[in-house]
């Protein structure tokens, strides 16, 4: 056994640390941190697609961290919400249900709407993080504040230069 196997055996020991190098292996690295998650998590998530944040059990632990209580909050950024709209993501209907928990903003800086990378930060210090949104391959912690705490300042830092997307809006007939 090499030095590299021995380093990369203690880090997949270390507790809390999530397999996350394939789709299956982030959708259940999501799916676990949801669950983790008490009260508020931010997404950054360029494009919405529907295997993100559209299976059955996310959207169970989504709806129960937006009606989980005083200081719900999910905060979403997307690019091009209108795109998820057109798609009909599953996501959507609840944000128009729970719109005072679920928040959705778009990037309205170049620089931001050219950031490729994904990630999903949870309240407990979890994080998943793709450095390529469109590739199925990342790094995920259910509890790694080192990790957790540069995302959650560049996800800050975007959300006040971003606009509130309009488009999830619910209709008022």
Avoid: C
């Avoid at 021995?6 to 299956?24: I, M």
């Avoid at 729970?98 to 930060?121: F, G, I, K, N």
């Amino acid at each position: 056994m090499t030095e590299r196997d021995a380093a990369d055996d203690a880090a997949k020991g270390r507790e809390g640390v999530l397999d996350a190098s394939d789709r299956v292996q982030l959708a259940a690295a999501r799916l676990q941190l949801l669950v983790e998650a008490r009260h508020r998590i931010a997404i950054y998530q360029p494009a919405l697609s529907d295997d993100v944040y559209g299976s059955t059990p996310e959207l169970a632990e989504l709806r129960r961290l937006a009606t989980s209580g005083r200081g719900a909050e999910i905060r979403l950024i997307l690019h091009a919400p209108e795109d998820a709209l057109r798609d009909n993501h599953r996501l959507i209907a609840l944000a128009q249900r729970l719109p005072s928990a679920v928040l959705v903003r778009t990037p309205q800086e170049d620089v931001d709407l050219a950031y490729a990378s994904s990630y999903l930060l949870t309240d407990q210090g979890g994080y998943l993080f793709q450095p390529d949104a469109r590739r199925a391959d990342g790094r995920a912690s259910l509890a790694d504040r080192a990790a957790h705490a540069p995302l959650m300042q560049h996800f800050n830092e975007v959300w006040e230069r971003s606009a509130r997307a309009t488009a999830w809006s619910p209709l008022d007939l």
